[in-house]
């Protein structure tokens, strides 16, 4: 939904903001007893916290936990997370306290689980509608509105209905559109093993809260890599669906109705049975009936046997020609290729990123298609300043401009080519088969990096290729993590040539020091509406040990 009409708030936007500090801080206070500042996390707290989903499901079904402790245990490591973090915009803690003590009910009376996810505590980035929440979409003036959701987005009833508790909403960075996760409301949210870099952005909050095990899932956003680099930077796991599968009935942003290159909702989790379960739930509920502009397909189980009629193949792409990945980056990609292609009846094969360059330029030209002239009225009415990345992706990127009508067609046009051409540089993979009239023996999924590096240092996140040409194309993409950085592993070398001045600057960022035992993640791509098939894929790999 779009912002409303604001009134300009006679308060600077410094004072604003600690308004809504303390109100998150407030809505803490729940799980906070006497006048410790933080939470002591016990025992049966980790213990429940350190469950992977199909065991917590099971043990809440068992009734060997009840939903209320298991919302305690998870509510109690979010406030961790926040202190060490600053990760959350609030707590919604009676409404999942409520929520919570119902379905213990539920399951007393009729002696089963309500659903799918019943019990399972849900965190939500904060510019998801949720009745009676404000959504700021991290701007000082949006809050000062005090404008809030009428209703649950769609998403979010649909989760409900399965037996959710939804608990947690998480920070998200000033005009969305960072790869790192900064603002004037909140502050910057830090990586939860190293203050010094970022969580990633701009699904931040959530990335972040996850790694630190305060949320079972999170639901984020992703019109540029939003899910997957905080995903890959906090070493969790982060789905960017193909758009449309997805229901956004419900959530804020700005400016309205500007998709040419769609943002999508997508599943975030520390294992990859949190994301599958997502999407079941949601696709089962067939958001399609509600929000029309969805495709009306449902969740379709993939089962991988490679041997049965052919090898599975899989792409790997090692940079794009134009920034090569910091050595953790390069290593885990070669390292992951080795263990693959030791799999029987699995093919390994060199897939060539196509002109990402032209990509961005595609990209980033449709991203602004006003020049930035609603955000920065947004921030005009507050007088809140710009912080670094949004000056950089506003005034400093040469694709963000007021377009015309016919400047907006021609970068319209140039998206549908350059899908066209990606689609041929996919079929090239494999042959064209006379006798059945298509391509065959295609690339199956695609692994690649989702940045030129692992999280990165506060405001140094610029550049977005490898994790926005998936936006462009529509391409699901799946973050996973694949081990830690290693100092003398991942030596820095010396470089005397460069791919462009961005390899140049993006080289200078590294230093195996500071960037030790950090996580590392990669993506793995599939074809439109291949969604089930990569994650079918990873989950093919996982169980033969190829993500240890």
């Known amino acids: 939904m779009p912002p409303k009409k604001r009134n300009r708030s006679t308060k600077s936007w410094q004072a604003i903001a600690a308004d809504a500090q303390r109100h998150r801080d407030e809505s803490l206070s729940w799980v906070v007893s006497g006048t410790e500042e933080v939470p002591m996390v016990g025992n049966l707290d980790l213990h429940i916290t350190n469950m992977d989903l199909p065991t917590l499901t099971q043990s809440i079904a068992s009734g ?10 998870f509510s109690r490591t979010a406030v961790v997370a926040q202190n060490k973090t600053n990760c959350l915009t609030e707590l919604v803690g009676a409404r999942a306290l409520s929520r919570a003590k119902q379905l213990d009910s539920y399951q007393a009376l009729q002696g089963k689980p309500m659903g799918a996810l019943h019990g399972i505590p849900i965190s939500i980035k904060s510019h998801i509608g949720i009745q009676g929440c404000r959504m700021p979409i991290a701007y000082i003036s949006l809050w ?18 399965a037996g959710a508790v939804i608990h947690a909403r998480t920070t998200e960075p000033q005009s969305m559109m960072q790869l790192e ?9 830090l990586h939860p093993r190293n203050p010094d870099m970022s969580s990633g952005g701009s699904s931040g909050g959530e990335g972040a809260l996850l790694a630190m095990r305060g949320s079972a899932i999170g639901v984020g956003s992703d019109v540029g890599g939003s899910i997957r680099v905080p995903a890959a930077a906090c070493g969790v796991f982060g789905l960017k669906p193909t758009a449309f599968r997805v229901p956004t009935t419900g959530w804020s942003s700005t400016p309205p109705g500007a998709d040419p290159v769609p943002t999508v909702l997508g599943p975030m989790s520390f294992g990859l049975e949190g994301v599958e379960t997502f999407m079941e739930v949601v696709l089962a509920a067939e958001p399609w009936v509600v929000e029309p502009a969805l495709v009306p397909m449902p969740w379709r189980p993939v089962h991988i046997a490679p041997g049965e009629t052919r090898p599975l193949r899989i792409g790997i792409a ?8 910091h050595p953790p980056i390069t290593r885990a990609l070669g390292e992951l290729s080795d263990k693959i292609g030791r799999l029987p009846n699995v093919e390994v094969v060199d897939f060539p990123l196509y002109k990402l360059a032209e990509a961005w330029a595609i990209a980033s030209s449709l991203y602004f298609t006003d020049g930035g002239e609603a955000d920065l009225k947004i921030m005009a009415d507050s007088g809140e300043p710009l912080l670094p990345l949004v ?17 907006l067609e021609y970068w319209l046009e140039e998206r549908e080519e350059y899908r066209l051409e990606y689609a041929e ?19 199956d999924v695609l ?29 699901p993409a799946l973050a996973f993590p694949v081990g830690r950085t290693d100092k003398v592993k991942d030596a820095k070398v010396k470089r005397d040539k460069f791919m462009s001045f961005q390899d140049a600057e993006n080289w200078d960022l590294y230093d195996p020091k500071a960037f030790h035992d950090m996580p590392i993640g990669l993506q793995m791509v599939g074809r439109r509406f291949d969604d089930e098939k990569i994650v079918a894929v990873l989950k093919f790999l996982r169980d033969r040990g190829c993500l240890d």
């Not at 090692?318 to 990945?325: A, F, G, K």
């Open 425 to 443: 540089q996919w079929n090239h993979t494999g042959r064209w088969s006379e006798a059945e009239g298509k391509w065959v023996d295609t690339v």
């Open 144 to 161: 000062a509105s005090g404008q809030t959701a009428p209703r649950d987005a769609l998403v979010v009833q649909m989760l409900a209905r």
């Open 447 to 475: 692994i690649c990096p989702v940045a030129p590096g692992v999280a990165t240092r506060h405001n140094t996140a610029k550049y977005w290729a490898y994790s926005a040409v998936w936006n462009l194309t529509d391409y």
């Open 64 to 73: 060997t936990h009840s939903a209320v402790d298991v919302l305690t245990a």
């Open 181 to 189: 996760c900064s603002s004037n409301l909140y502050g910057a949210t």
């Open 318 to 325: 090692w940079h794009d020609d134009v920034v090569l990945p």
């Open 391 to 407: 000056q950089w992706i506003i005034h400093d990127n040469p694709g963000t401009k007021k377009l015309s009508r016919e400047e």
